[in-house]
């Protein structure tokens, strides 16, 4: 049998109303953030897939919060170290890619 996968925590309860007994176990800490990061690459690939789906995105949130709690930042704190990045470097709205830098003899262009 495999060593499982991280769930949302409601899952064993919605497996048992559809009639079937889930085998489950409590991950120990550092397990527990290995399957975050594992779970994080999931729903990523899932998001990809999904060509936007919002419900995706939310699902990425959810399991960033959650390694932001593992961390022992929650939501409000992660949110200020975003603002903060936001501010000190922007955010990505004005949609910039960057393909490398010149040389210094092409001179400075807007």
Not at 27 to 41: D, G, N
Not at 59 to 66: H, Q
Request: proline content about 5%; glycine content about 10%.
């Amino acid at each position: 049998m495999s060593r499982g996968k991280l769930v949302r925590d409601k899952i064993p309860e919605i497996i048992r109303a559809n009639g079937e007994m889930p085998s489950t176990r409590v991950a120990e800490r550092a397990e527990y953030r290995r399957l975050l990061v594992a779970k994080l690459s999931e729903e990523v690939l899932e998001f990809i897939a999904s060509d936007g789906d919002p419900g995706e995105l939310a699902d990425i949130m959810e399991v960033v919060l959650a390694l932001a709690d593992g961390l022992g930042i929650g939501r409000q704190e992660l949110e200020k170290l975003r603002a903060e990045k936001a501010a000190e470097r922007g955010g990505f709205s004005q949609r910039i890619v960057w393909s490398g830098n010149l040389p210094a003899s092409a001179g400075a262009l807007p």
